[in-house]
């Protein structure tokens, strides 16, 4: 693209060096890299956009000059993390880590989502990436962005499947039986164990007294 910047272009150097780089290799191009990162940092500095032209020389031909040699073959380059085009399902994730941990977005987005991403590096370890998924409520998109997996492979959906199950299972725990079902008693030994009788303590021999008989006896 055309209209990227030399901060656009080290960032996709960086995120896709060692996919192709040996170690000694990437080292020497990281070094490149950082140069071209001071120039950047001048142009932030002095707003002299003249020195893109040196950040450029170093994140392209450094890099490159840094290699020993060529290796055949098909390599999946991926954008980085934090492109603007990812930014939707960032600001998902953040949104989510930020309301269960009790954070600012910002924060979440800053300090939070970087360690996710690393413990949790493709998938690696198993069972803390669905703890993670289970605790942050990650659909497919939300376990793809963080580990760096693809979001329609195998791994990934059993992670989310299984973290549903955990999620289930803790809120069955928590629940204090309320989602547990109680037994109906029946309707007919109720009544006799608890029968409403409105002429109870009453024989047939007591006398009921007359209310207008009452009132006579009263006048009188």
Sequence with gaps: RVDETPDDLTKWLENNLLAVYEPSEAAR???????ADRWLGRVRATQNYSYWRYATDNAASGVAAARDGTSGGWTRYSRPQFWPGSDETADKI??????????????????????????THHCKPRELTVAMAAAYDLDEAGVSFITGSGESTNKVESIVADAAERRDEAMEA???????????????????????????????????????????QCRR
């Design 29 to 35: 191009a990281y070094d490149a890299l950082a140069n």
């Design 94 to 119: 953040c949104q989510r880590i930020a309301d269960r941990s009790g954070l600012s977005i910002d924060t979440a987005r800053r300090n939070v989502l970087p360690f996710l991403s690393a413990m």
């Design 174 to 216: 928590h629940s204090g039986g309320a989602f547990a079902g109680t037994p109906g008693g029946d309707k007919g030994d109720s009544d006799e164990s608890n029968p409403i009788n409105t002429d109870e303590g009453r024989t047939d021999n007591d006398e009921q007294t007359d209310p207008v008989v009452d009132n006579e």
